[in-house]
């Protein structure tokens, strides 16, 4: 996959942002960072902000008053939907015009397609479940679709 433009996404990293996930931002800047919740420490989000522009949602383990449960981010002419529990969807994905719905929540890294539509859980960024080191995905911009990947720590 080319480096040109991507988005960077993110969950559950429980106050803890693991230091290859901020070397790969700042060596090569998303256009857009999504965190799909249960980010833990508001740091975290400032921190995400100087590196790029930031759409986040809180999660089970955020308080209240960290952010909305769902956030429909138009990113480069692409409809995105954020929430942190894929069983909280409230809305058909398709009807909507959405492109891809980010979610978290289960710790386990995902890349599904169902009707057209991306479906991507990047893993936790700290504390992992099953075999999964810390993980994040990026989403390559093409000309004609969505290039998901999960980026494991080496």
Not at 67 to 74: C, H, I, K, R
Not at 122 to 128: A, H, K, L, Q
């Amino acid at each position: 996959m080319s480096h040109s433009k991507w988005i960077a996404v993110l969950s559950d990293t429980h106050g803890v942002l693991p230091a290859f996930i901020l070397d790969a931002l700042r060596d090569n800047p998303p256009i857009h960072i999504i965190h799909a919740g249960d980010v833990c420490a508001p740091e975290i989000i400032a921190q995400l902000r100087k590196i790029a522009p930031i759409s986040h949602v809180r999660g089970n383990m955020d308080s209240h008053s960290f952010g909305p449960a769902t956030e429909a981010a138009q990113i480069d002419g692409l409809l995105f939907y954020i929430l942190h529990n894929l069983y909280d969807l409230d809305l058909d994905p398709k009807s909507a015009g959405v492109a891809a719905v980010i979610h978290g929540h289960l710790h386990r890294p995902s890349i599904e397609w169902k009707r057209g539509i991306l479906f991507l859980n990047p893993g936790s960024c700290s504390y992992p479940r099953g075999d999964h080191p810390p993980s994040f995905a990026r989403i390559e911009l093409g000309d004609d679709a969505l290039h998901p990947e999960i980026v494991y720590q080496k």
